[in-house]
């Protein structure tokens, strides 16, 4: 899909900001969910409760929250960890997609 961006935060002010904020969600999922891949994730399309869900880095998610980051795990399948300021980033626990219908990448193309 050729529509994903080049990586970035939301509401982070410059590159650098955008990696050490993506630096600290991983370390913190490490610690407290699952080891996260290299791979960044644009966005994800997965089932929960029969319904299909996606969550896409810069949106709201289904709770109206901003996704910020979309890690990449193995338990021992895929799984992805979606996390917002109160899923994640801030506190508490990320949102755990497994059933997932399709992931987009970030472009690896730079910003402009």
Do not use: W
């Not at 509401?11 to 891949?37: G, H, L, N, W």
């Not at 910020?68 to 990320?94: H, K």
């Amino acid at each position: 899909m050729s529509d994903a961006p080049g990586f970035f935060i939301p509401f982070a002010d410059s590159a650098e900001t955008a990696d050490e904020v993506y630096a600290t969600i991983r370390t913190t999922m490490a610690k407290e969910a699952f080891q996260p891949t290299e791979r960044q994730v644009y966005r994800v399309v997965y089932q929960h409760n029969r319904r299909e869900l996606i969550a896409t880095v810069g949106e709201k998610d289904v709770d109206g929250e901003t996704v910020i980051a979309i890690l990449e795990a193995y338990n021992p399948g895929p799984i992805y960890m979606v996390c917002t300021p109160n899923r994640g980033v801030v506190r508490g626990a990320p949102i755990l997609a497994g059933d997932v219908l399709a992931v987009v990448d970030f472009s690896q193309e730079e910003m402009a």
